[in-house]
């Protein structure tokens, strides 16, 4: 719940303005951009996601630092299984590397 | 030492802890609270101890929402969905915290429908999707969680979903700041300020702590060099003899917040005149409650709630570990009766309270050396 998730976008929706489909580490989920109407996220931009919804935009750098931090904190593993746990869209398999 | 060994920026973080001995007066004792419990979880993951002068201290602070949750509360979100036509859903962090009637996970053992959710949007979908039942999500955390709480209220407000209520629980972080700061048995140099609630509430809210109480505070990030770069500017702010509120973690929190996080929250939620705080007691205006406007939609308002009270034993020494009066192990319980498997505390319950990051980093580092066969 306190897991600060960094996320990039990869496609808006032009009929639902504050839902976005992310991907964090491969997975691709929906997530809420209401909270940041004031300075919409675009796709390619990267964001911090807090419970389903993107709270802060960040740099693509920073996002990479805060992965790192989910790492050494040990807890990178519980991030990705909420970000999984993410039911706003259905799931899209992790795309081959 | 294994803890620059094994994470980035070794020289860095040598050198910047280099820089924390030279700026710690060796005649001074510095009392630094980390407010946040993401920072108490990564102080004892790093070892940060370690590498600090021994006259400076860090206290942890009342930052983790789940260890600050009166046990009653549970028991009163658990009462209210053993109706069979009421589904329990929470974040996994609340599903091991146990009531006076047990936890979350145990009630659904015994055949509750509680359902464990990411997200409070989860919750109003799983409510749309079950019509005929009513969903209630019981909702924790400070201004990090809350707006998104808030934002999924107004969403089902427009979308005109009847079947979906909120137990909000939701705490606001100046107040407890405030009440230990008030505390008379309390000490403190400076603030290691939250990270993300910063995000929302940005950096205004602390400005009293610096005026009005002369304490520095520095928000940080989470990183093993973001706490020891914010450590080292608090330490240059007492050296200079000035309290002021400084922004380390820039790259994430801007100094006025987020703007339409907390439009959201001051449109629905409005403040408690009080609300109870496990371990600190009864805090004036310290927790959100659901405005009128969205009456139908608090679970408050719109079922009976028993307002279970229930006390910690008095054997457990949570406020004064809370306060930092009490290091964890200094508490009577500590690791016998109240351990991570069965907390008796508030502190023990969580991996972001004091407690229980310090069980399982400390406690059990101890257990093993004193366990392990001379050289």
Same mark, same amino acid.
């Given at each position: 719940m306190c897991l600060a998730i960094p996320g990039k976008v990869i496609e808006l929706f032009p009929g639902m303005p504050y839902l976005a489909t992310v991907e964090v580490a491969g997975v691709r989920r929906k997530v809420d951009l209401g909270l940041l109407e004031n300075d919409m996220p675009q796709s390619g931009d990267w964001v911090l996601i807090h419970v389903g919804f993107a709270m802060s935009k960040i740099s693509e750098q920073d996002a990479f630092e805060q992965m790192q931090t989910l790492i050494m904190l040990g807890e990178s593993e519980q991030a990705m299984q909420e970000v999984r746990g993410y039911g706003l869209g259905e799931a899209d398999e992790p795309k081959p590397s | 030492m294994k803890f620059v060994d094994e994470f980035r920026d070794p020289v860095v973080i040598n050198q910047t802890a280099e820089e924390i001995r030279r700026l710690a007066d060796s005649g001074r004792h510095y009392r630094m609270m980390e407010v946040c419990g993401g920072h108490t979880h990564a102080i004892y993951r790093f070892g940060l101890k370690d590498i600090l002068p021994e006259n400076l201290e860090l206290i942890h602070g009342p930052g983790c929402p789940v260890c600050v949750l009166p046990m009653g509360r549970i028991d009163d979100g658990l009462a209210l969905a053993k109706d069979s036509n009421v589904i329990f859903a929470a974040f %996994?962090?609340?599903?091991?915290v146990p009531g006076e009637q047990g936890s979350p996970l145990e009630h659904k053992a015994r055949g509750m429908d509680v359902r464990i959710v990411y997200s409070p949007s989860d919750a109003l979908k799983i409510a749309k999707a079950n019509p005929d039942k009513h969903i209630m999500f019981f909702a924790i955390g400070f201004e990090t969680t809350a707006p998104s709480t808030a934002l999924t209220i107004m969403r089902a407000k427009a979308e005109g979903i009847h079947n979906f209520s909120v137990f909000c629980n939701h705490v606001t972080i100046i107040p407890a700041i405030r009440a230990i700061l008030d505390s008379p048995d309390m000490r403190l140099d400076a603030f290691i300020g939250p990270g993300h609630v910063s995000t929302v509430i %940005?950096?205004?809210?602390?400005e009293w702590i610096a005026a009005d109480e002369h304490k520095p505070i520095v928000v940080s990030g989470f990183e093993p060099l973001d706490m020891l770069q914010s450590i080292v500017m608090l330490l240059r702010q007492l050296e200079a003899g000035e309290a002021r509120v400084e922004n380390q973690y820039k790259r994430v929190v801007?100094?006025?917040?987020n703007r339409a996080a907390l439009k959201a929250m001051n449109g629905v939620f409005e403040l408690r005149p009080y609300f109870e705080w496990r371990g600190l007691g009864f805090i004036s205006q310290s927790a959100l409650r659901i405005r009128d406007s969205y009456a139908e939609f608090d679970t408050e308002q719109r079922f009976s709630v028993p307002g279970v009270r229930v006390t910690d034993p008095?054997?457990?020494q949570c406020g004064e570990v809370l306060k930092g009066v009490l290091k964890p192990a200094q508490c009577k319980l500590f690791g016998k009766e109240c351990t991570p498997e069965h907390p008796v505390g508030a502190l023990m319950v969580s991996s972001e309270g004091s407690c229980a990051a310090y069980y399982t980093y400390e406690h059990r580092k101890a257990m093993a050396s004193s366990l392990a066969w001379p050289a």
């Open positions: - | %996994g962090d609340m599903m091991r %940005g950096c205004r809210p602390y801007p100094w006025e917040g008095k054997a457990a």
